[in-house]
């Protein structure tokens, strides 16, 4: 497969998948098992930095003003309401940094091309997509324990097939939290997970040992980076409307095909 194509390939499902609740890492592994030989999936470490930072800058991008305020109230002397806030931010970084950090070589082991765990997984985000949708009295703001909760709902995301943005979306709704708070919270809470990582994968200074060039990285980084623009946008409206139902039932869907894939040779 030419390498441009497959650099915008890889933005394109890094782009909208780290933002619409369909998982990342599950369709990355598919990818892999589709072409097979192709590889998607072990892209280079610097062209995986890449498309991370593409999609932490679409965030960014969009939530420039709340990513300043935040800022704002973190290193204010006042208790106010940022300062709370970016408390309950950095409260939900901690269950999926310490799974990260003590379990790293496990997860790895997850990450080989297994079909039939993405596919149950996606069946499991389906599911949690599912029930979200039919939450009522969605009008609460994020507390602490919301915050730990829906922490805990990220770190169990590290598997493959379970969504990232589905699993805290999902939960913060269940947990009676506003659609729109929900959304904006679960991208929030993020940012700063993904230029951790990726301050860890530059410092561990295999970051330089990559074949790809510079037109392919910077394929790789303007699809994922304008993709995952779209993907927030449209996935706040989502949130805010019910729409989730769709997703549900293309998850169910894709990870029925895996599992019968597999199921079925």
């Not at 780290?18 to 990355?28: A, D, I, K, Y």
């Not at 590889?39 to 890449?50: A, P």
């Not at 706040?236 to 769709?246: D, E, Q």
């Amino acid at each position: 497969m030419p390498e441009l194509i497959e650099s915008a390939i890889l933005g394109l499902i890094q782009g909208l998948t780290e933002f619409l609740p369909v998982s990342s890492s599950g369709h990355l592994e598919l990818a892999n098992a589709l072409f097979e030989g192709q590889n998607l999936g072990e892209s280079s470490l610097l062209m995986t930095v890449t498309l991370h930072a593409a999609t932490a800058f679409s965030t960014i991008a969009i939530f420039w003003k709340d990513i300043l305020e935040i800022l704002k109230g973190l290193f204010s002397f006042k208790w106010n309401e940022e300062k709370i806030y970016s408390l309950k931010i950095i409260l939900s970084m901690i269950p999926a940094a310490a799974v990260g950090l003590i379990f790293e070589d496990n997860i790895e082991a997850l990450f080989r091309a297994d079909v039939l765990l993405v596919g149950i997984m996606l069946l499991v985000t389906g599911g949690l997509l599912f029930l979200a949708d039919r939450a009522k009295n969605t009008s609460k703001k994020v507390s602490f324990p919301h915050a730990l909760i829906v922490g805990v709902a990220q770190a169990i995301a590290i598997m493959p097939g379970i969504s990232r943005s589905g699993a805290t979306i999902s939960a913060s709704v269940l947990l009676g939290i506003d659609r729109e708070r929900a959304a904006k919270f679960s991208f929030l809470m993020v940012v700063p997970l993904i230029l951790g990582k990726m301050a860890k994968d530059i410092a561990s200074g295999e970051i330089t040992q990559t074949s790809n060039s510079s037109m392919e990285l910077l394929v790789g980084f303007t699809v994922a980076f304008f993709t995952g623009l779209l993907a927030c946008v449209w996935m706040i409206k989502l949130v805010k409307n019910s729409k989730l139902t769709y997703f549900s039932v293309y998850c169910f869907i894709v990870g029925g095909i895996a599992i019968a894939s597999v199921l079925l040779k």
